[in-house]
Structures are given as C-alpha cells and as structure tokens.
C-alpha cells in the first residue's frame, strides 16, 4: 500500500488565490512526521513546512499552513495568495520514528500558478 | 553558511561502466541520506548514514550499488555496472541528528544518463 498518496497530478491557480494541495497517509507508527517540499524545474527540494505527530496545532509558515486531520490521515498543504513563482512540483512526505527517519514521498503534485 | 553539495552535477555514462557520485553535507550534520529520484516520481530512499557507519541500507535496489562515509562527513554513492534504468536524479541531504523533527537538508542532485 502506497504510504504516501497524492492525487492530484495537476493543479491550477490564480495568482493572489489560495490553493490546497492534498496529501494522506498511512502508518501505524504512533511517532511520525510530516513535510511538504518544493521542487522547481532547477531541480531543487525546498523544505517548506513540517508537522509532528503529537503536534495539537497545525503548522504554519508564512503564506503555508498544513491542515492536519489526524483521525483522517491527511496533511493537506494549503498555499494562500499564490505568486507566480509558487509553480513547482510539491511533495508531500512522511517520516516515521521506527524507520530510521527515512523520508517516504508521495508522487507529487504540480502547481502552475496563472497570471 | 554552505549547503548540501553535490558533484559532478550531471553524468554521462555508458552502459555498464564504473560510477562515483560524491555528497558533501552541511558541517556538523551527523545524519546523511542518499535518495534516486526517476523522471516524474518522487524520490525514493536508498541509504541512511549516521556517522560513519550505514545504519539502514534497504532501499539499495541491488548490489551494484554501494555507498561509503568512512570520516563521517563526504559520501560517496558507487555504482557498478551501469544500466539504463540507473538514469535518474540521485539527491543527498543531510539533517543535524535523527530525530524526528529535524528537517532534512537537500543537494542540488546529480543527474545520471546511462547510455
């Protein structure tokens, strides 16, 4: 079973709106992490947020929140006033405590942001 | 302060020749992990470091394959005998322990061609 599941190949955006990027996942591993990188066409991965296990509330970095529903399994990435550089691939990943911090990532999702 | 670096940045080989692909972590960072990333996929784990010594090696896809970090710092991914599957993006990063929360650090990647 896939652990890492995104499902949208493509999105598309209108700069200025807000954009959710959809990620769940599967572990029974009680102690896990999740995080969102960025990868522009350069190739690149951009750490962009991280959300701990036991963490009660979502994390949040500038435009990025995570919106984390753990009954559900899901980390969705929501980007707020997209930009035109915010087009990328986006990766969503997980890290569980019992497997050496290895990073498993989802297939990824790419964000075009239009004019 | 530095990055993650990786050299040479893209190769181009042939079939069934002998290749080295080097990651120098950021100081001090204890932890290094080697992942490959295919066209259009997310990356995938190969190997985890901590220290000197390879602490979990399970996602090496066979034994052609074979890394080393003898000083705990540069490490150096091998590759024998080449194959035209092996053409992919092999990406370090490094992280200041093993815990949980600690975000990995990534290289800008080494593109392999295997001709």
């Known amino acids: 079973a896939q652990k890492i599941t995104q499902t949208q190949p493509g999105m598309f955006v209108q700069e200025k709106e807000a954009v959710t990027l959809d990620c769940t996942y599967d572990?029974?591993?009680?102690?896990?992490?999740l995080f969102w990188y960025k990868q522009p066409s350069s190739g690149e991965m951009i750490f962009l947020i991280y959300?701990?296990?036991?963490?009660?509330q979502n994390a949040t970095e500038g435009r990025y929140s995570l919106n984390f529903q753990k009954a559900r399994k899901s980390a969705n990435l929501v980007i707020s006033a997209s930009q035109l550089g915010d087009s990328a691939m986006y990766f969503c990943?997980?890290?569980?405590?019992?497997?050496?911090?290895?990073?498993?990532f989802g297939k990824g999702t790419l964000l075009t942001v239009n004019p | 302060g530095a990055g993650v670096s990786q050299t040479p940045s893209n190769k181009v080989t042939e079939k069934g020749k002998y290749v080295e692909l080097r990651c120098d972590p950021i100081s001090g960072h204890t932890a290094l992990y080697w992942y490959r990333q295919s066209l259009g996929q997310g990356p995938e784990f190969l190997i985890y470091f901590q220290g000197t010594g390879a602490a979990d090696d399970s996602g090496l896809p066979n034994d052609r394959f074979f890394a080393v970090r003898p000083e705990g710092s540069v490490s150096t991914l091998k590759i024998q005998r080449t194959e035209r599957g092996d053409s992919a993006v092999y990406l370090c990063a490094s992280s200041l322990t093993e815990t949980d929360y600690n975000e990995q650090f990534f290289g800008p990647g080494t593109r392999l061609t295997v001709l």
């Open positions: 572990t029974s591993d009680p102690s896990y992490g």
């Open positions: 990943a997980m890290r569980e405590r019992g497997s050496n911090y290895k990073l498993t």
């Open positions: 959300q701990g296990s036991y963490d009660q």
